[in-house]
């Protein structure tokens, strides 16, 4: 059983920055979803066990780092440069399986889910 205990959302400015973190308690492969009111849950970043396979959505690129802390346990979503649009509830999710070098941007292949953090960028 893989538990997932997400921190760090809030309230910003916009062209603020946030650091989400997620502590894991196992080696899974590892993303972050956003959920904003009436739409769907949204892969934005994923990371391999290893981290050296990272996936981005578009509209994050260049403004969002996703990395992880093997020896902590926890990954970490920085986010900067942030909009409007970018408010949402993020949730980290896990999956299992694979190599350490895999990440899935596909939602049905993480198995664990995070209770999820608002966060909030006023214009």
């Known amino acids: 059983q893989v538990q997932l205990v997400e921190s760090g959302g809030g309230l910003v400015q916009a062209g603020g920055s946030l650091r989400l973190s997620c502590a894991a308690s196992?080696?899974?492969?590892m993303g972050w979803f956003r959920q904003a009111p009436g739409k769907e849950r949204d892969l934005v970043a994923a990371?391999?066990?290893?981290?050296?396979?990272?996936y981005y959505v578009n509209s994050v690129k260049g403004r969002f780092t996703i990395s992880r802390d093997n020896a902590k346990n926890t990954v970490y979503l920085q986010m900067n440069s942030l909009k409007p649009e970018d408010t949402a509830v993020y949730y980290c999710?896990?999956?299992?399986?694979?190599?350490?070098?895999?990440?899935?941007?596909?939602?049905?292949?993480?198995?664990?889910w995070g209770q999820g953090t608002q966060v909030t960028v006023s214009s």
């Open positions: 999710a896990a999956g299992l399986g694979g190599s350490y070098g895999y990440t899935s941007t596909r939602r049905a292949e993480y198995t664990y």
């Open positions: 990371i391999s066990v290893n981290g050296g396979n990272i």
């Open positions: 196992g080696r899974t492969f």
